[in-house]
């Protein structure tokens, strides 16, 4: 015979057939990954992001967020003019929904005096999420999607270690990407889990009520959207019969055994840095999403479960049979009890539990609550001065900077962080830095972070950063 035999596939040194190979290796695609991924490619360097669901955005799109905010600069201004001029955007005031204002209802507008003007405005999760796979094909990113990260393969970098490839599982089985900077877009630090690095394992101060040693992360939550609603018929019931919070019809119905001990539990007394935030789920939680009628739900893991999803296998599956549980019983509830609900139903329910409270890398630098409250300055400092509100902190507002070392865990010398996984302690990265805008312009920073170190044959932890991004 002649001619020549195609070469065998090239395997990591474990030996998982490598499926590609890129400058910049992404994983997880939301908000912080997309950005990174886009920016890296922007720059000039091939980029593979892996993503488990079948789109980007995270606990935004798959997970059902949609809260849009104004541009912040970059990235994520782009993305915002797309999602409006691509028809996602859906904007509610109180001319198309009278007695939102004040509203005990309201998860976001609750604090607003009865009647006066507001503007809330969300995305359609799925319309965006088919808006960031366009930019990502536009760019030419290599997105992988319904891929699970499952590990990492490394090996030595002078006294530190780099990573050589990622190992995830598609439908066709385990596989390997091989990379030279890897970017952490995991929302739960699960790269820096794999790789070995130093972390501090989600959970904070208890409160006096709960000292039992068990340490309770913040409750993470499963989103859903409810359509057919006729809110100002609830709003009308509200008033005249100074039910604000549907309490007399939450009795009625526990009373009557159609309300589990779980949903609208009494919020516990808690002397932690989130207050009473999260801290029990006393009524129902909803915000104007999608169109007219179609408001999207929060249904939260009880804390006292102290359910560790990120890290613990039965901790996530209970989250997520418990919680469609839960939501079953509040949409019956609903839509028997409550005037306006009579012919709501339920349109959707995110592909995940949102994790509030996961790992917590610690990188070159942990950013804490002293830095933000003395407002001190960094002389890599990735953004100008920002104003943020610390509303545990008496809504005091401080002016601070992050920097670069931040982005860079240690022990691994080719690893960026982004959005949740940042090395900050939990108290700041949930009350303040875990936002839409943040964590876009945070994978904005790694993905030039990593382009940088790509086109100069360094690491990035090797990188000088002297000049705010944004």
Known sequence: MSGSQAAPPAKSPAGVEVVAEADVVVIGGGPGGFAAALRARRE??????????????????SGLQGAANPGVGGIHTELMERFDREGCIYAADEKSLPGWAGNALSHYDYYLPPGSPFKRVSFNPDGAGNVMVKMLDEAGVHAIYGASFVDVEMEADGGERRITHA????????EAIRGRVFVEGSGTAEVVARAGAPFVRGGGRQPETLSDGQSRPIPGGLLWIMSGIDFAETAAYQKREDDPALSKLINKARAAGDIPPE?????????????DHYIGHPTVDMSPIRGPGTFILWQNVPYEWALHMDDDAEHASRAKRDLRRLIDAEARFLVKYVPGFQHAF???VGRYVGV??????????VFSIDDAREERRFADAVTRPMTKTFFWDAYKRYTFEIPYRCFLPKEVSNLLLTGAS?????????MVMRNFPWCTQTGEIAGLAAARSVRQRITPKQLQWTEPLF
């Open 263 to 275: 949903l609208y539990r009494p919020r516990l007394a808690d002397k932690g840095v989130y207050g």
């Open 346 to 348: 339920i349109a959707h």
């Open 44 to 61: 000039g360097c091939s980029v593979v992001m892996v993503e488990k669901f079948d789109m980007p955005g995270g606990v935004h799109t």
């Open 422 to 430: 940042l090395s900050f302690t939990f108290e700041t990265i949930f």
């Open 356 to 365: 509030r409270d996961g790992r917590h890398p610690i990188g070159e630098y």
């Open 167 to 174: 190992i995830i599982e598609t439908v066709g089985g385990r």
